[in-house]
């Protein structure tokens, strides 16, 4: 979560517009559940702090609803995007507090297999995002994948950013 947030803060920069991003760890331990934040909007960010009303919240992983309490408080406008092989209806039928949501399950993991072949779904997601809210533009989402994921090779980057549009074909 916490490269899937640079990403979209630094697209957000590059787009021209305002961004904040910022991880929340939870125990120090390999493993354990991480969240991170993400600010975006076109005048400047004086807001600090926790986002507690997202627009748009993102499950990496569909185990954390066993862990955390992630459907609570939402606002009625949010959006939520779950990486999972399940259907939309098994997490309307299990949680019907998120049955009015716009609620969008992709298999993020299953194409990062596909191009990373490694079970990796933070940037791949970003491409489903992108299709679905058009929040950043493709070439900032681009540019911003190449600049937080510099350290690896040019064939691991241009695989995430494969997957990631192969996610934003699957909604467009």
Not at 19 to 37: E, H
Not at 45 to 59: K, Q, Y
Not at 134 to 154: C, H, M, Q
């Amino acid at each position: 979560m916490v490269v899937t947030s640079r990403i979209l803060g630094t697209a957000a920069l590059y787009d021209g517009l305002y961004a904040q991003d910022f991880p929340l760890y939870g125990a120090a331990r390999r493993g354990a559940p991480v969240m991170a934040f993400v600010r975006i909007d076109d005048e400047p960010i004086l807001l600090r702090g926790h986002i507690t009303n997202p627009d748009i919240l993102i499950l990496l992983d569909e185990s954390i609803i066993e862990v955390k309490d992630v459907f609570s408080d939402l606002p009625d406008d949010c959006t939520i995007i779950i990486n999972t092989t399940r259907k939309i209806g098994d997490f309307k039928d299990a949680y019907p507090e998120i049955r009015d949501f716009k609620t969008y399950c992709v298999d993020g993991t299953g194409l990062a297999l596909t191009y990373l072949k490694k079970p990796i779904p933070n940037v791949v997601i970003i491409g489903f995002l992108i299709g679905i809210t058009n929040l950043i533009t493709i070439d900032a989402f681009k540019a911003a994948v190449r600049d937080e994921l510099g350290k690896y090779s040019e064939d691991l980057i241009a695989k995430n950013i494969e997957g990631a549009l192969k996610a934003y074909e699957l909604v467009t």
